[in-house]
């Protein structure tokens, strides 16, 4: 059984930056799921039950500017 490190820096509005072994990623969590440079997964609202795929910065991007708008508009 090998050796698994992760932990989480909130930076406030959603955003954070995850600290693995393999090194540190920005992600996005939003109501709808969580986006990362690495992918995204979507909440489904079931227990246990999610949807997760890999390799999509475009969607993180996007996101992150939507995220980005409201919280603007809000004040």
Do not use: D, E
Request: hydrophobic share 35%; aromatic share 14%.
């Amino acid at each position: 059984m090998g050796f698994r490190f992760q932990k989480r820096i909130k930076l406030g509005g959603g955003f954070g930056l995850n600290i693995s072994k393999s090194g540190i990623s920005p992600s996005l969590r939003t109501k709808m799921g969580s986006f990362s440079n690495k992918g995204y997964s979507v909440r489904t609202g079931i227990s246990g039950i999610g949807y997760q795929k890999s390799g999509c910065m475009l969607i993180f991007a996007v996101a992150g500017f939507i995220t980005f708008l409201i919280y603007t508009i809000k004040q």
